[in-house]
């Protein structure tokens, strides 16, 4: 069984900092990429950013120079640091994480956290 838990998220004032931490858990023998997708009232899931087992990063336009992907792969958590936040980033955040377990390789999606940028 895997497990992926997001934690982190909340209000925030435009302008400020946010961490996001997504853990996975179980019965894991390699994670392949992880990475953080959002979802806005009323829109698709959209990428934010992903990282990949060798550290190569992808981020959406939209968050370029203010969010930043990392990864712990001892931890098998990846983190999303958000800074200068705008009101456009409120969303539910959504962590994924490819992963080998014991019988599959898959998407395991963790259950979301809420992000709200509001003064």
């Known amino acids: 069984q895997v497990q992926v838990v997001e934690s982190g998220g909340g209000l925030v004032q435009p302008g400020g900092s946010l961490r996001l931490s997504c853990a996975a858990s179980?019965?894991?023998?390699?994670?392949?990429?992880m990475g953080w997708y959002r979802q806005a009232p009323g829109k698709q899931r959209d990428l934010v950013a992903t990282?990949?087992?060798?550290?190569?990063?992808n981020y959406a336009d939209s968050v370029k120079g203010r969010f930043t992907i990392s990864r712990d792969n001892g931890k098998n958590t990846v983190y999303l640091q958000m800074n200068s936040l705008k009101p456009e980033d409120t969303a539910v955040y959504y962590c994924?994480?490819?992963?080998?377990?014991?019988?599959?390789?898959?998407?395991?999606w963790g259950q979301g956290t809420q992000v709200t940028v509001s003064s």
């Open positions: 990282m990949s087992s060798g550290g190569s990063t």
């Open positions: 179980g019965t894991i023998f390699n994670i392949y990429g």
């Open positions: 994924y994480a490819d992963i080998n377990s014991r019988y599959t390789r898959q998407n395991y």
